[in-house]
């Protein structure tokens, strides 16, 4: 029996509701309708009291070494920011300043963003792509960006919105599928 993939996603909106949480929720159905995965969804928002102010992973309360420990062994890790002065959150960096610089490499990353405006649709290229190249992680080719205007009481309402997301799912779908039978094969070749 194949084992489920696990599929971890980080929302960095501070408050609720917010709308990059609704998109990475969008997201996340999308890839679980294609490829039935256990899901982790962590809101960042929730999270910022236990570790906004610790600077070293050894003082980290257990409920964030576990988030990480998620993080870390994900199939795919799903990340959202939403964008302030072209560039994603500070809370946002500082969780992954504590991921090992090692844990993500090849690991298949979708990076989504919302804004307020397209004005910022290319942070997702110049600011979250370079962040997850410094840990060789495999970013997909397409993330997702968003505007405000694109939802309509913190839902997705834009057709656009719902056709990029739909192509990011198709897109990621083939390297999960492919991420999934390395994951078979690994164990029956270490047994031959």
């Known amino acids: 029996m194949a084992k489920?993939?696990?599929i971890v996603a980080v929302s960095g909106g501070?408050?609720?509701p917010s709308r990059t949480l609704a998109l990475v929720e969008n997201l996340l159905e999308g890839l679980n309708d294609a490829v039935p995965a256990n899901t982790r969804l962590i809101e960042l928002g929730e999270i910022v009291p236990k570790f906004g102010s610790v600077l070293q992973r050894s003082h980290l309360p257990a409920e964030i070494e576990s988030i990480l420990r998620d993080i870390e062994t994900a199939d795919l890790l799903l990340v959202a920011s939403?964008?302030?002065?072209?560039s994603y959150t500070g809370l946002f960096k500082h969780l992954f300043d504590f991921v090992h610089h090692e844990s993500l490499i090849d690991v298949p990353v979708l990076l989504a963003a919302t804004?307020?405006?397209?004005?910022?649709a290319l942070a997702i290229d110049h600011q979250l792509r370079p962040l997850f190249s410094f840990f060789q992680a495999h970013t997909l080719p397409i993330g997702v960006y968003a505007t405000d205007k694109e939802f309509d009481n913190y839902r997705?309402?834009?057709d656009a919105l719902r056709a990029r997301i739909a192509l990011a799912v198709e897109r990621a779908v083939p390297v999960l599928l492919q991420r999934s039978q390395r994951?078979?094969?690994a164990p029956?070749?270490?047994?031959?």
């Open 115 to 120: 804004g307020g405006s397209d004005r910022h």
């Open 188 to 192: 029956a070749s270490a047994l031959a």
């Open 156 to 158: 997705v309402s834009s």
């Open 4 to 6: 489920k993939l696990k």
């Open 183 to 185: 994951a078979v094969a």
């Open 82 to 86: 939403p964008i302030y002065r072209g």
């Open 14 to 16: 501070l408050q609720r």
